[in-house]
């Protein structure tokens, strides 16, 4: 799995783009200067860096070296700094309490069983009263074929969201359709879930 994002990541260009997702974009006005906010599977850095820019302290995780250097180059350029951290998601300490948002866009490269462990360690990861801000595929995207892994069982439903956060209060839950444009990577008409969340 390293090798398969390691080599991705390796042309110049920034796979997924510079710019921020625009649904993360849209929840700006959950930010707060000096919030601790972690950017999972966070890649080149496109996410991270945007949350620099509005004055949070940003974790940025990913177990992509070279994504991660390229994600130090655009925070260079962007004048932020960002706190890395190289890390196998299965396998990091994610600890309790720690964060005040955390931030996790189109992470969908584990099945069922490593999502419900995702899930569960965000959860534990954010302090009360935090936000959690995410944004990934419905199952309709395989038949798109414009971003994301090409299996079913990885995408989310808002049934699915609605049982992993139910013991959260949900502040925005919506399944569209939309094109975007975020690098070669994420590219077209798009099956698209959004969610916020507050513990």
């Known amino acids: 799995m390293r090798e398969f994002w390691d080599e991705r990541y390796a042309a110049e260009h920034y796979f997924f783009g510079t ?11 959950l930010l707060k200067p000096g919030q601790h906010v972690l950017a999972v599977a966070d890649g080149e850095g496109r996410n991270g860096v945007w949350l620099a ?5 940003v974790l940025s ?3 992509s070296a070279i994504a991660q250097e390229k994600a130090k180059r655009l925070a260079a350029e962007n004048g932020v700094s960002i706190r890395f951290e190289q890390a196998d998601l299965m396998h990091w300490a994610w600890g309790e309490n720690r964060f005040d948002v955390i931030v996790a866009i189109f992470i969908q490269f584990v099945g069922p069983e490593g999502r419900k462990y995702l899930f569960e360690s965000m ?6 009263g935090g936000y959690l801000i995410l944004q990934g595929y419905t199952p309709k995207q395989v038949e798109y074929k414009t971003g994301g892994p090409p299996h079913a069982e990885n995408m989310y439903t808002a049934e699915l969201l609605q049982d ?6 949900i502040l925005h839950l919506n399944e569209h359709e939309e094109v975007i444009d975020e690098g070669p990577g994420h590219s077209g008409l798009s099956a698209l879930i959004d969610l916020v969340a507050k513990k």
């Open 19 to 29: 710019e921020p997702n625009q649904f993360l974009a849209t929840q700006a006005h």
């Open 53 to 57: 820019r509005q004055g949070v302290d």
């Open 61 to 63: 995780v990913d177990f």
């Open 123 to 128: 959860k534990q990861a954010l302090k009360p």
């Open 164 to 169: 992993s956060f139910g013991d959260f209060t």
